[in-house]
Structures are given as structure tokens and as C-alpha cells.
């Protein structure tokens, strides 16, 4: 196939580039090809990649920034969205939208199912339900709501906090904020086999799994060989932002058990593939232990 990925300098689209550029035949596209606020430069992008799909992972995804420039937010994650999603209809790709798991309000006590009402509490979140809206407005189309991201070639969660416990630099993690966590390789795996199914429609994508974010960084430093005692625990109300963040984000994958695919693997097993490939790589316990030669 032909794999149009925008915001390919970004986190999720330099994962999507390096997993479906295995197979496929893959164009990035880079805000410096055309900015997504401009239909006409990305119409005029995309129709020279010639895409089966557009996967648009573009976007403002910054809540704090989102919550105190609502215009931008807008700008990119709305307008910039129906203009990719309008350039690859007239194409004749199918549009593949990446939204997320604070769609939801976090007040729900099991994990949220394709089928639960988006209630979004941040500007964030509501830019994505647009966002969702435009894509859904296709009969053809795919929705992949993802939880907090880590993977290669770019900063992120995961990597900034054990920057900062390298550098014996405050590193606070978030107790009572719990979801699922994604590997973008293995996003761009499952999207990869839900793409090629041609079962179009909504997906909720996370590896397996629920963690807070404190166990997220804590587990992290460990495979790292750093000591996780440095990482601070901190309650939401005790950490101040713009954008308020949910107690509970978990999703369920029913739509992905519904077409066969199986769900992503552990979000223990990823974190550890992704750090064996950070240039520190595994602590040598935990790399033994995992070959199977530490007993
Ligand atoms: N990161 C997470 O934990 C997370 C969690 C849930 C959902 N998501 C969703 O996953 C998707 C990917 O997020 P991400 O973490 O990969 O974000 P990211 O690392 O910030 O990447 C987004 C990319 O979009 C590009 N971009 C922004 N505005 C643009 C514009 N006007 N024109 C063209 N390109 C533009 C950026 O270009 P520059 O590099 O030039 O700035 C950047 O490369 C988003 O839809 C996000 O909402 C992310």
C-alpha cells in the first residue's frame, strides 16, 4: 500500500514511518512539506504521494497549550485535520485519524469501550472529538485512540523522566493518573494489521495493561538502571496545570477483538523493548533476565 503519514517528525509519526516503511510504501509528511492549516500546500502534498491511506497524526497535542491557545488548538487539531482529511478525499485515500484516550471524562470505573460517549473536560480533548467527527463523516475511514506514547525519535514521557533522573534533576510522577501507555512500534503494528483488514471504523489501541504514570516512569527507571526512589510521587491536585488531567483513562480493545486482531502485548514487555533500544539501554539484570540466562 501507499502510506501518507503526516506530523512524521513527531513521536507517534516517526514510529508509524519506521513500522509501516517495512512493508509499505511510505510518504512523511513534515510541517515543513505543507502546514495542515493550509489546504491548499497539503492537498498539494498529499496528491503528489498518490496515498491508498493518509494516517493524519499531525496535531497540537500539548493540553497545557491547547487549554491557553485555544485558537491554535483549533487551528491545527480541527481545521487542520478537516483540511487533510478533505485533501485525502479528494485523492481518493481513506483517511486514518489518531485520537485519544482523554476524549473519555475519567470518571468511569472499568475501562472505556469504543461504544462509551466521548465527555471531554479539556480544549484538548474537544479538539479531538471535532477531529473524530470529521473523520467519522467518511463511511470509509479508520479512528485509533491512543493512550500516553513512548518510542523512538523523539522526547516523550518515558524519556524525559529518566533524562531527568540521569541528571539528578527533579523527576515527578503522577500517582493518581491511570490509563494504558502505548509503544508507537507496536501502534504501528496494530494499525498496520487493522488497516490492511479493511474493517474500517473506531479502535481503541494501548498495550495491555493499566499503570499509573508513577508506575510508568518507576518501572522505566528500573529497566534503566536507575533508582526509582528519585522519582517523587505526586497527586493531580498537587501538580499545577492548565488542563486538568483524568483519574481514569483505560480503554478496552472490544473492536479490535471484534476483527481478530490481537491486542498489544504487555506494556511492561514494550517499555523494555524501548529501552534496550535508548543508547544507555537495559539494565544488565534486567537485559540476563530477559534472555533467559540470569537464572
Ligand atoms: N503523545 C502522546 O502521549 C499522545 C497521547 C494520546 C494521543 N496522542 C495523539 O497522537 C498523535 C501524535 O502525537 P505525538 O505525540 O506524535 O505529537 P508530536 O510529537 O507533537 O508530533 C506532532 C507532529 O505534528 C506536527 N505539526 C504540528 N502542527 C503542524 C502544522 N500546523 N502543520 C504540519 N505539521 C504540524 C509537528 O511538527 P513539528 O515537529 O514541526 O512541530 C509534529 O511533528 C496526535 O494526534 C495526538 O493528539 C498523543
Given amino acids: 500500500m501507499r502510506i501518507a503519514i503526516t506530523g512524521a517528525n513527531g513521536l507517534l509519526g516517526h514510529g508509524l514511518a519506521q513500522w509501516f516503511g517495512r512493508n509499505h510504501e511510505v510518504t512523511p509528511l513534515t510541517r515543513d512539506d505543507a502546514d495542515i492549516t493550509s489546504p491548499d500546500a497539503i492537498l498539494r502534498v498529499v496528491a503528489a504521494a498518490r496515498p491508498d491511506v493518509v494516517i493524519h497524526a499531525a496535531a497540537t497535542p500539548d493540553m497545557d497549550l491547547c487549554e491557553t491557545n485555544p485558537s491554535l488548538c483549533h487551528a491545527v487539531n480541527v ?24 476524549i473519555f471524562d475519567g470518571r468511569k470505573a472499568e475501562p472505556y469501550t469504543e461504544t462509551d460517549e466521548p465527555n471531554p473536560v479539556t480544549i484538548y480533548a474537544r479538539s479531538k472529538v471535532e477531529g473524530e467527527k470529521i473523520a467519522a463523516a467518511a463511511a470509509e475511514h479508520f479512528i485509533f485512540r491512543v493512550p500516553v506514547l513512548f518510542g523512538p ?143
Avoid at 533524562?163 to 510522577?173: F, K, T
Avoid at 492548565?242 to 490481537?262: E, F, K, N, T
Fill in 79 to 102: 481545521a487542520g485535520t478537516r483540511n487533510v482529511a478533505d485533501a485525502a478525499r479528494s485523492c481518493g485515500a481513506i483517511f486514518a485519524f489518531i485520537s485519544s484516550d482523554a
Fill in 153 to 295: 525519535g523523539k522526547g516523550n514521557f518515558v524519556s524525559k523522566g529518566l533524562d531527568a533522573l540521569r541528571a539528578g534533576q527533579p523527576c515527578v510522577g503522577p500517582t493518581d493518573q491511570v490509563g494504558g501507555a502505548l509503544y508507537t512500534l507496536d501502534a504501528g503494528q496494530s494499525l498496520e494489521q487493522v488497516i490492511v483488514s479493511g474493517r474500517f471504523g473506531l479502535y481503541h489501541i494501548s498495550n495491555s495493561g493499566f499503570c499509573s504514570r508513577y508506575e510508568l516512569l518507576g518501572k522505566a527507571a528500573m529497566y534503566a538502571g536507575l533508582d526509582p526512589r528519585h522519582i517523587s510521587p505526586r497527586t493531580r491536585a498537587q501538580i499545577d496545570r492548565p488542563a486538568p488531567r483524568l483519574p481514569w483513562m483505560g480503554m478496552d480493545m472490544l473492536a479490535l477483538d471484534g476483527i481478530g486482531v490481537p491486542r498489544p502485548r504487555p506494556w511492561q514487555e514494550a517499555l523494555a523493548d524501548y529501552i534496550e533500544g535508548l543508547p544507555e539501554g537495559l539494565n544488565p539484570e534486567v537485559r540476563m533476565m530477559r534472555r533467559g540466562d540470569g537464572r
